[in-house]
């Protein structure tokens, strides 16, 4: 639970929602924008959401504290990155590259929230 007091989670994440506000991650999985500082942020959320979400999947991590904790801005992210994720699959030709985030986004989405995945 380091994302409340790591000061580089903390910058991490704020660099990210700055991001995430501004839109169109997708152009930072451009190959030109691969070794930027933001594409950089943007694959430490990415991973750490994956991470979170293999946790939850193993039950190494509490599904139900985690998403009482983090499930509209877990939901919210994953809307945000869907573009940027399914442009990085394409690029490298990986189809699973953060399936398991996009699994559990999916599956903790309200009915409304589905829509924009």
């Not at 991650?25 to 943007?42: F, I, R, V, Y």
């Not at 490298?92 to 589905?114: G, Q």
């Amino acid at each position: 639970m380091n994302e409340q007091t790591d000061p580089r989670t903390i910058l991490e994440r704020t660099n990210f929602v700055k991001l995430r506000d501004a839109g169109h991650l997708s152009k930072w999985a451009d190959p030109a924008n691969t070794h930027t500082e933001e594409s950089a942020t943007l694959r430490a959320i990415l991973n750490q959401y994956e991470l979170v979400a293999i946790g939850i999947k193993q039950s190494t991590i509490d599904e139900k504290v985690y998403k009482r904790w983090c499930r509209t801005t877990l939901v919210k992210d994953w809307a945000a990155c869907k573009a940027l994720v399914m442009q990085l699959r394409e690029n490298e030709k990986v189809a699973t590259y953060y399936c398991e985030f996009e699994k559990l986004a999916k599956r903790w989405a309200s009915k409304d929230e589905k829509q924009h995945m």
